[in-house]
């Protein structure tokens, strides 16, 4: 694909994002945002900036189970200070759950309603994209949940020509998601148009990054030169390998992932 097909896909893809935030900033009294600080949530952040004229306009939440790695959590500092993020940091409890791994899934959601108990939150921009898996295929942009986190994806409102319906279940909360349409090597070419500040583990250092990127329990690095963006594009735009397959959890199984989303996973 040349620059100018690229420019104009970016353009548009950055256009319906920054609607569907926009429409989530207006219809919602209360909006928080994840952030992982990798590199699509981190991409969503950037996409609010350019919505909301330069600034994150709610609150950022980061669930913490505490083995991030060490680049992960100077990255999150540097960038929090560098925007003045509203940041929320959330602990979570590390246990076994179904996922198979202690880390993350069920027990990240735990700590994630703690959150939207305490400050109310109704709705909540998540960074997820159709094509990083099959169950998430099945979200819609406006996705709502009920008040026990449960997700209904087999009786969802259709979403046809941009029209998204933005209500959400009593004391539940909606799920809005900009990036659904977005595809990894969308993520990378905007990151490099924009500039976009991003984690130093999706590059290559003795041969070897992260391309999906999780804690120190759950994730593994792949082999890979591509020590800068262009490399990483270049790579993407020729392998036939999974973007998730450094991720090590059950979790990544489509029954097991089915079983979290509807409880609530991410």
């Known amino acids: 694909m040349d620059d100018r097909m690229i420019k104009q896909d970016l353009n548009k893809l950055e256009e319906r994002s920054i609607y569907v935030m926009r429409e989530a900033k207006s219809n919602f009294k209360k ?11 981190t991409t969503m952040l950037a996409l609010a900036r350019q919505a ?3 600034k994150v306009p709610f609150p950022v939440i980061h669930i913490d189970n505490g083995i991030d790695f060490p680049e992960t959590y100077e990255f999150r500092e540097r960038l929090a200070k560098k925007w003045n993020l509203d940041l929320i940091v959330e602990k979570s409890e590390i246990k076994p ?15 994630l309603r703690k959150v939207l108990d305490r400050y109310g939150f109704d709705a909540l921009i998540v ?5 990083e898996h099959g169950i998430r295929a099945k979200e819609r942009v406006f996705s709502p949940r009920d008040k026990n986190f449960k997700w209904n ?4 409102v259709a979403e046809i020509w941009g029209d998204y319906s933005s209500e959400k279940e009593a004391d539940g909360h ?16 905007y990151i490099k148009r924009e500039k976009v500040p991003m ?6 250092r003795d041969g070897y990054r992260y391309r999906s990127l999780g804690c120190t329990h759950c994730t593994t690095p792949v082999k890979s030169g591509a020590a800068d963006i262009n490399h990483i594009i270049r790579e993407l735009e020729k392998t036939k390998i999974e973007e998730r397959q450094g991720r090590d ?9 089915e079983k979290l989303r509807a409880l609530g996973y991410m």
Not at 97 to 111: D, L, P, Y
Not at 153 to 156: I, M
Not at 174 to 189: C, T
């Open 31 to 41: 909006v928080a945002a994840l952030w992982s600080m990798g590199k699509d949530s």
């Open 52 to 54: 909301f004229h330069g």
């Open 97 to 111: 759950e179904m996922s198979g791994f202690a880390c993350c899934g069920a027990n990240k959601t735990v700590a």
């Open 127 to 131: 960074s997820i994209r159709r094509d």
């Open 153 to 156: 994806y087999k009786n969802q």
């Open 174 to 189: 909606v799920r809005v998601h900009p990036l659904l349409d977005w595809n990894e090597v969308d993520i990378w070419n």
């Open 199 to 204: 984690n130093p583990l999706y590059f290559s």
């Open 249 to 257: 959890q059950d979790k990544e199984k489509a029954f097991v992932m």
